[in-house]
């Protein structure tokens, strides 16, 4: 089993509908868990982390963790074709030292 | 710029040849990380510093490969007889330390070419 799991796409919505971008990891003791989005040809970037089990807002986008589950997600409401990126998961370790460990991640693509 | 820095952006060398790669991280982070990307996957997990200290090296990585931070700041990641399957690009990252996983952010990374 991998240890992230990301269904890599590509997942076409329209704009102005919500994306739906899932995540399953494999270590339970998973404590934080972060989503970076990737332009092609670019570094991630860091757009929302999570820590508590339930939903975390910021502006369009809303991060859900079910640590019971196994399983983060991201939604991005109002989607924009500048939202058009590779999304990666990453969940942090659960020891001392806390190295993320990167899903092959989600290409998504919004179509005016 | 106060974020992550990666020196050079590109590199294009021969099969055979070293390479040194710089990254200079956020200044108040302890933390920093290697990561190496091929194209249509995640990034991939190299190695790891706590300040100076190398904390963890991937299996992955071959002895061709060695990384250092000397002063808990800067690091260099080296590739020894590059080959071409070491045609990546190689991500740099830093965060701080905390009782959680803190936000970690990644440098503009070194896109590497073996001919």
């Known amino acids: 089993q991998k240890e992230v799991e990301q269904n890599s796409g590509p997942l076409s919505v329209p704009e102005g509908a919500i994306a739906s971008l899932n995540c399953t990891y494999s270590d339970r003791g998973s404590q934080s868990f972060f989503w970076y989005r990737q332009y092609s040809g670019k570094s991630p970037e860091l757009i929302m982390f999570i820590y508590s089990n339930g939903d975390k807002e910021d502006g369009r986008f809303t991060a859900q963790l079910n640590k019971a589950s196994q399983y983060v997600s991201l939604l991005i409401r109002d989607s924009q074709p500048s939202d058009s990126a590779t999304y990666l998961c990453?969940?942090?370790?659960?020891?001392?030292?806390?190295?993320?460990?990167f899903g092959t991640g989600t290409r998504l693509l919004v179509s005016p | 710029d106060t974020g992550v820095s990666q020196d050079p952006r590109h590199k294009i060398t021969k099969r055979g040849q070293n390479v040194t790669f710089r990254c200079d991280p956020i200044?108040?982070?302890?933390?920093l990380y290697w990561y190496r990307q091929t194209l249509g996957q995640g990034p991939e997990f190299l190695t790891y510093f706590q300040n100076e200290a190398q904390l963890e090296k991937s299996r992955l990585l071959s002895d061709r490969f060695s990384a250092e931070r000397p002063k808990g700041s800067f690091s260099t990641l080296e590739i020894q007889r590059t080959e071409q399957g070491d045609s990546a690009m190689y991500l740099c990252a830093s965060s701080l330390a905390g009782t959680k996983n803190t936000e970690a952010f990644f440098g503009q990374g070194t896109r590497l070419t073996v001919v």
């Open positions: 200044s108040e982070h302890n933390r």
């Open positions: 990453a969940p942090g370790g659960n020891t001392g030292f806390q190295k993320l460990v």
